[in-house]
């Protein structure tokens, strides 16, 4: 716990020793769980003592269930969590922390402006929304000042879960816990509650909250066609049938409209439009692996592949076409994107199994980071003019790697086969989408704040990100073999698509 100036709070540790609750029998359904990065999300809502909703809200019981899954194993829970002051998770979590990010998570930020907030912030965010509380509901947030009143130094916050309990980060010595609630001098609850609700001002793993999702996803389905679905749900279905395994891409060509790059069944690269102009390209494509594709100006394009002799090329719409001199890795894909001035660059595991990089004017760096067999690398355009990679290295671990060869390792164990997507944020830095090693879909930031969906992924498949408003959208092909979307505020959509096993979707922001 942190007093508003942001200083330790000094109170007998055995002030925080309460009972933990017996089950209330609250079931809801939460969007989004979170677990410690690489390990399992907790499975909440069938743990006795956890209790996953029950409140006013999709926003409350959302940030309930996640500050529930951070129960500390050593408070009877099962996240590898503890108490550290100024913790902002995944692991580490003070009583602030905690209360913001639970709830930051479901697109409510509690912060009011500050870069890190204190008890005092959160309260301060919520004072336009009090209620008492003797009309608590699950969800709300409770406050202890060193009064017992608002004019009092805040000291300590937790959520409320309904029949005089809530979760909170303690103590030190403690953790996350579910908490009878408390008064004693010198640290007392005050009489009201804070509400949070959708009017403030929210954001999501680090993002802007999602004001606009305009966008459309293009998949393989599982007839083996190409098909094209909008956020509202509007498809088109071409009658081009796409290579086994593989994936197409999309990117805007103008004009509202959009092409699809993909190899064809017999394995030649192709492209449509979204008015259906096809047009194929005489590169063959090596089995199994997937094209990439972006915008150029004029309305044109360029694609990158690894053509059937397993090397890299790229051919744009008037069917110039580059030979690069660099091998790749069987079963692998290379990623573009565009640079200043109207070049771009190109990532890929070459034939070594180490990440490459390599210009429109063959300007090659070798990273020296070995990835992962069978796996593709994403890279994106930073505001600086620079670029980053994202890959899953050969330990199976997350990294990135910027064009100075800076690298960050992140704490996220990543599935087997799998690749991940990394999206340029507007504000600046960039956000990562993965499949993690227990086939959930996951988000963290250049930050590495990490975001939860409780959405399991398909064997062998990757997210596909992309910007919408001031925050983004994930696409992936479900452990159900369907197509959905997410948010980074949780707003999920089902679409009512089956996908070709082993394949991934692309997404473009409209």
């Known amino acids: 716990m942190i007093n508003s100036q942001g200083d330790p709070a000094v109170v007998p540790t055995t002030a925080r020793s309460r009972a933990k609750k017996t089950l209330i029998g609250i079931a809801a359904a939460a969007i989004a769980i979170a677990g ?6 907790p499975a909440v809502a069938s743990q006795p003592g956890h209790d996953t909703g029950g409140g006013p809200s999709a926003a409350a019981n959302s940030a309930i269930a996640y500050a529930e899954s951070m129960w500390s194993r050593t408070d009877g829970g099962t996240a590898n969590t503890e108490y550290v002051l100024g913790g902002n998770g995944p692991t580490e979590w003070d009583c602030s922390g905690l209360v913001w990010k639970s709830y930051l998570q479901a697109g409510i930020d509690l912060s009011n402006g500050a870069s890190r907030p204190v008890v005092g912030d959160e309260f301060n965010a919520l004072k336009g929304n009090l209620v008492s509380r003797a009309n608590a509901e699950p969800g709300d947030v409770l406050f202890w000042t060193s009064t017992g009143t608002t004019s009092g130094n805040f000291l300590h916050d937790g959520i409320y879960l309904g029949n005089g309990y809530m979760v909170a980060a303690a103590a030190p010595g403690e953790g996350v816990k579910e908490q009878t609630l408390w008064s004693e001098p010198g640290e007392q609850l005050l009489d009201v509650v804070g509400r949070p609700t959708g009017s403030l001002s929210g954001s999501g793993s680090g993002a802007g909250t999602v004001h606009t999702t305009s966008y459309v996803t293009a998949e393989q389905v599982n007839t083996g066609k190409l098909w094209s679905i909008t956020a509202s749900k509007a498809a088109t279905a071409y009658p081009v049938g796409v290579a086994a395994g593989t994936s197409p891409a999309v990117a805007t060509v103008g004009g509202g409209k959009y092409v699809s790059a993909f190899q064809a069944a017999g394995g030649a690269l192709w492209t449509i439009t979204s008015d259906g102009a096809a047009t194929s390209f005489p590169v063959g494509m090596k089995a199994g692996t997937s094209p990439s594709i972006i915008p150029t100006s004029g309305g044109g394009y360029v694609i990158a592949v690894q053509t059937n002799t397993g090397a890299l090329w790229t051919i744009t719409n008037t069917k110039a076409a580059t030979a690069f001199p660099v091998g790749m890795a069987a079963g692998t894909s290379p990623s573009i994107a565009a640079t200043p001035g109207g070049g771009y660059v190109v990532a890929v595991q070459t034939n070594s199994g180490d990440l490459w990089s390599i210009t429109d004017t063959k300007a090659a760096t070798d990273f020296t980071v070995g990835m992962q067999a069978g796996t593709s690398p994403s890279v994106t355009t930073t505001a600086n003019g620079g670029y980053v990679i994202a890959a899953q290295t050969n330990t199976g671990a997350l990294w990135s790697v910027t064009n100075t060869k800076a690298a960050t390792a992140f704490p996220v164990g990543m599935k087997a086969g799998t690749s991940p997507s990394v999206l340029a944020l507007p504000s600046g830095g960039y ?48 452990n159900t073999n369907d197509l959905w979307t997410v948010t980074n505020d949780d707003a999920a959509t089902a679409f009512d698509v089956g996908m070709q096993a082993g394949t991934s979707p692309a997404i473009l922001a409209q």
């Open 36 to 41: 410690t990065v690489g390990l399992a999300a």
């Open 431 to 478: 956000v990562i989408a993965a499949q993690t090693n227990t086939g959930k879909l996951w988000t963290i930031t250049d930050g590495k704040a990490a975001t939860a969906f409780d959405i399991g992924m398909a064997a062998g498949t990757s997210p596909a990100i992309a910007e919408v408003g001031s925050g983004y959208v994930v696409a992936v092909q479900t």
